[in-house]
Structure formats: structure tokens, C-alpha cells
């Protein structure tokens, strides 16, 4: 059932990567492949949900090198969903930010890869491949932030590429480090690259060497994760990209960054004090959450304003995972919370930046006049993000303060909710001045509902569950990740 369900979470989306790039020239059959490869990985992601759960790990951890657990499980569940999302309104199916045929086929060809990479990377346990499957999905999506050449996007992609692949070699440096550690304590062993065996191998290995390796990889793959300070490209690179893609990279591409972390971090606290990597995840979670706060206090671009939000939302995660138990369950809860609430604010973002031709928020008025269902999902999408009830991130929030205060750590409880109180009015001034006021001169008034609106409820749909009842399946699913990262 396990394997059945991988092959159609990873076959689709290389399936439908070989059809863009065999269609000369870009044909709407290309976008609605992409729609139904997304489907079969999203329906296969579920089927990966309901397997994993009763399921015991195979007896020999270095076997395989796929492996799916709760956690891998999870990650793909987010990342199928919001490939599906980003795909239905991709170009080719009448909603493109470009309805250029060259510009179409470079999206489908990309996006697909870069579902594919987010996909692999969470579901093979050889660490090694992990890298390589991470660094993947830096060379595909930065091929489509310039889709629409201007200076400003061509400089964000090189940016992009430039810093993540500084970051992504750090993260290298470390792996090394924790193999060579590895191999000079056990010698050559079948997987050894495999985590599973490495977290077996933990206890054995040396504190010195695992110290400086862990700091390397959160420094490395917190590059990807949008951790400041080494988040200086995500919000050139998440405003300039078209909608679909910012919808993927902030939804789910920095949680993928997150989970590598998560992995390394369950094997050094088996043979480091857990107090060392959870000094670490405090420290670059805070500061993260402080920039990104203050950052939103001073935003004039809409879409920018969303790229800080990750910033702080992808802090909140890192001080989860640092908070035992409890405050892993909250962010990862907190993963999938802000996987829905972030790509359907991005993709809303699009239509927004298509009606008005901007994305400064000074020009963005009488939003609810101009697009009155746009308008109101963004205020949706927006007032999940800063937290409000009934909305899943509420939920995840307070169980993140709980967590902190739980641990003894009142002072990371009191900066997280001063920082969260910081978001919430900045978000809300800027969502207030969009939303009313005069429409601009010269912007047209009204829109179709159509059955975009449709797929969208779904994720507001999403977000009220999460926030009103945590669903046993989901709730079971965290439970078993959390048990998967700390014994």
C-alpha cells in the first residue's frame, strides 16, 4: 500500500514535467496535465496519511531508501495540496499572470519539477539525497521567479540562487561532518546516509563534531527556510515570482527547509544536550520573528508584506521545535495551518496585482468594491495569518505560548506574544487600507465568481476546521511525527 501510494505521489509530477517539455509549442493540454497529476499526488498523499498511521517502520532501517513515516507523510499531504492550488491557477487554464505560450511552457516544466523535488525530498531517507533533492528545488523554481522578465525579477533570482546555494553548501559541510563522525565510529556501514541509522548510530558519535555539524545545517537549510538572517532573498524572490510559484515557496518550500532541520535535530539531541540545538532554533526563531514583525510595521508592497509574514510565521516554527513535545505538535500544526492560509493569500495576491497593476499597498484601494470575492477571501487569508479565531493558526499559536510556558521559558512566551501583537496591527492597518476607500481611476469594477471561488472556500473550509476542531486523523498524524522526532 506504501509503495503503491509513493509511486503515484512521484510519478505524476515527472510525468507531467516530460509532457511540458515534449510539447512544442504549449498547449492547454500541458496545464490541464498538470491539474490532474497534481490531483493523483494529492489523492496518493492521502492514501500516505491513512497507510503510515497503523503501519510499523521496516525492521531494517538501512533497506530501503524511500521511507515514509508520519512526519514524511504530513510534509507531502502539504505539499501535494498546495501543488494543486498552485496548478489550477496556472497559467493555460485562463487565469495566467502571462498567457505566453514560451512563458506557459517554462511554468508547467518547472513547477512540476519543483513539486516533484519538494516531494523527494521528504520521502527519501538517505540524507544525502535529501540534500540533493533540496538544492533541486532552488535551480527549478528560481527558472520560473523571472517568468516575466523585468530587472527586478531577473536580480531576485540570481539573488535567490546566489544565497541558497551558499546556504545549501554549509548544510553540505555539515553532513560531512556528522558521516565522517559516523564512519569513523561504526566504519563502513549498508545506509549509512540513511537518518534512521544515523539516529541509531547517535549515541556513539561525538559531541564536538555533531556541535558544529548541526550548526552548519541549521544555518545551511535555515538559509532555504527563509531564517533571518540569512533570509535576505525571500522577499525579493516571493514578491517577484509569479503567484503560483510564491504560493509554493512560501506555503511549503521553506517547511521542507524546516523538516530537514527537524530530521538532523532528532539525531544530534540522541548524543548532544537537546539544550544546544534548542539554544540554537530559540535564537534564530526570535530573530526571525522580530525582523520579520518589524518589517511588516514599515511594508509598502502586498505581496512583500506576505514574504515577511513568512519570515515570522517560519520563526514561530523554528521556536516550536525547540519546546519539547508539546511545541513540536504546535508547529507542525503550525506547518500545515500556515501551508493553506499562505498559498491561498498568494495566489489571491495575483488576481489582486492583475486588476489593480501594482503591488504597492498606497495604490491597492476599495479592494472590496473592485473585487468583491477576492477581496474578502484576502481579508480571509489575512486575518487566518495574524492569528484570529476561528482560524487553525489561533490554534497552533496558543499551543506554541502553552508549550513555552509549560518548558519554564516565560520570557520566549512574553516575545512571542509581543511580536505577535506587533503583526497583528500591522497587518491589519495595511489589510484595512486596501480593502476600503475609493477604487483607483481607471481600474475596473466587479468580478465573476466562477468556481475559483469554489477552490478557494476549500481552504478557508480548512482553516475553520483546524481552528474550531482538531480532526482525529490529523491530530493522530502529528501525534506520531512528534513521537517519530522525539523518543
Known sequence: MVNVSLTLLLMPPLLATCVAILARPSRPVVGWMSVIASSVSFAASIALCVAVVPAEPPADPAATLWRVDALSALLA???AFVALLASVFGPALGRAESENA?????????????????????TVQNVALMWVAIEATTITSAMVIPLNRTKASVEASWKYILICSV????AFAGTVLAYFDFVATAGEVPGAL????????ARALHPQLLQPAFAFIVIGYGTKAGLAPMH?????????????????MSGVLLAVAMYAIARWKAVVDASVDPSFTNGLLIG??????TIGAFSLVV???????????????????SIGLALGPLGTFAALLHVVNHAVAKSMSFLLAGRILRRYGTTEIAKVTGLLKVLPWTGALFAVGVLALVGLPPFGLFVSEFLLVRAAIVTGRL??????????LTVFISLINHLNRMLYGDAPAGVAIGERRGWSAAAFAVSVAVLIVLGVTLPRPIATLIDLSVRGLIP
Open 284 to 289: 534564530f526563531g526570535l530573530l526571525s520573528m
Open 194 to 201: 540513511n537518518w534512521t541509522v544515523l539516529r541509531e548510530a
Open 299 to 317: 511594508q509598502r508592497h502586498y505581496k512583500r508584506m506576505l514574504a515577511y509574514s513568512s519570515v515570522e510565521h517560519i520563526g514561530l516554527v
Open 77 to 79: 499531504l502539504c505539499i
Open 167 to 170: 546556504g545549501i553548501a554549509l
Open 102 to 122: 514560451s512563458q506557459t511552457r517554462q511554468f508547467h516544466i518547472f513547477s512540476n519539477a519543483f513539486a516533484l523535488a519538494m516531494l523527494a525530498a521528504v
Open 411 to 420: 520570557w520566549v512566551a512574553a516575545a512571542v506574544l509581543v511580536l505577535l
Open 232 to 248: 535576505t532573498w525571500l522577499p525579493d524572490a516571493h514578491s517577484e515570482a509569479p503567484s503560483p510559484i510564491s504560493a509554493m
